[in-house]
């Protein structure tokens, strides 16, 4: 089971119920959460990592949606 950075050090599994981006971003939002951490919680220096991150939303968010029109039909 994949874990996620909960702040503080402390890590947690993450649940299997979690939404779909979440789990499949999750890499991309470690990214962000550590540049942060080093730039000293500037955004303007992570914009890669998070611009990163919204692809794979975006790019979840489509294949979910996807998913969902071929199950209706």
Same mark, same amino acid.
């Given at each position: 089971m994949p874990f996620v950075y909960t702040g503080k050090g402390r890590r947690q599994a993450q649940k299997d119920d979690a939404p779909p981006e979440q789990r499949l971003c999750a890499k991309q939002a470690c990214a962000i959460q550590w540049c942060l951490a080093k +730039?000293?919680?500037?955004?303007?220096?992570?914009?890669? *990592?998070?611009?990163?991150?919204?692809?794979?939303?975006?790019?979840? +968010?489509?294949?979910?949606?996807?998913?969902?029109?071929? *199950?209706e039909e």
């Open positions: +730039r000293d919680h500037k955004e303007h220096l992570c914009k890669g *990592a998070i611009d990163d991150w919204r692809s794979c939303v975006d790019k979840v +968010r489509t294949a979910e949606a996807a998913k969902t029109e071929r *199950a």
